[in-house]
């Protein structure tokens, strides 16, 4: 009988033993995880975080006057007597320019017709005035410039008469703007149309400056990462994301990318932890050690 008793019981210790050693996997295999994590390599790391991205035209081009009225005299036959203003002036409408002399000694005040800045005006008294050829002086009417530029056709179809711009001049720094008109026509051979974007100033511009534009079309709202974060593959943009300590492969769609962020569409969501500068030595399933970026740069 207590042999018999000894026998039974052998199977009953083998199946407690067994039943203690699979409880005790799982402990062990985050044991081993954990320093598995402890020998990866060190990443820093960044929290995905949701923003607002500008959907934007860039327009590069010249500056030039709205409206430029050219004063030149009425008759031929004329010489200048006298020159009363010189090119940069700011006149107004109505302002004397220069008195004309005639070959019967009679005497012409060549005036504008309106305000604005003068781009031209001669420099040699005593010069024969002709009806024909170069205006005598050129006027920036009301002192109104634009950037004249050309975009692509796609863009063109993003842009609306009144959206509202900030532009870059060359010497000038950056001005507030509007579009004022779009083409409707674009080039048979390059597939570009043309732009003018008014430019609010109150300081005089240099017309045939060079300028770029950038024109508000839209806003879109959705994940940001830093630019850096994001890899290109053969079947599009990846991001590395670290879960429980190990990398893990997300295929994502891509937005808008403002200021060295990028909008994501698809793919990552608000708090995921995301591989700051993602580098292809990384592989799924990878062990890793995080820090975080904004603990790096305090």
């Known amino acids: 009988m207590p042999t018999s008793f000894v026998t039974a019981g052998r199977p009953l210790l083998r199946m407690g033993l067994l039943a203690a050693a699979i ?12 320093q598995e994590a402890v020998k990866g390599v060190t990443v820093t790391v960044i929290k995905a975080a949701k923003a607002c991205f500008s959907a934007t035209v860039e327009v590069f081009g010249i500056i030039q006057p709205v409206e430029e009225i050219s004063v030149r005299p009425e008759r031929d036959g004329l010489k200048i007597s006298q020159i009363l203003v010189d090119a940069g002036a700011t006149v107004t409408a109505g302002q004397q320019l220069a008195k004309l002399s005639s070959p019967d000694g009679g005497e012409i005040t060549l005036s504008t017709p309106v305000a604005g800045i003068v781009n031209a005006a001669p420099n040699i008294v005593g010069a024969q005035t002709a009806t024909v050829g170069p205006a005598l002086f050129r006027i920036t009417a009301r002192s109104e410039y634009e950037l004249v530029g050309d ?56 017309v045939n400056a060079s300028g770029r534009a950038q024109i508000k079309t839209g806003e879109s709202c959705g994940v940001s990462i830093p630019l850096s974060a994001l890899l290109y593959g053969n079947g599009g943009s990846v991001v590395q994301v670290v879960r429980r300590q190990r990398v893990e492969t997300r295929r994502v769609e891509v937005g808008l990318m403002a200021a060295g962020q990028v909008e994501i569409r698809e793919g990552l969501t608000d708090g995921d932890i995301v591989v700051a500068r993602a580098g292809a030595l990384l592989r799924e399933g990878d062990p890793v050690r995080t820090i975080n970026a904004e603990a790096v740069t305090q």
């Open 23 to 34: 409880g005790l996997m799982p402990v062990s295999a985050l044991a081993a995880d954990e």
């Open 151 to 206: 975009v692509t056709s796609a863009d063109m179809a993003k842009l609306l008469v009144n959206q509202p711009a900030r532009v870059k001049i060359v010497g000038a720094g950056i001005l507030d703007g509007r579009v004022r008109r779009v083409s409707p026509i674009v080039s048979s051979h390059t597939q570009l149309g043309e732009v003018r974007v008014v430019v609010t100033s109150r300081q005089r511009l240099m």
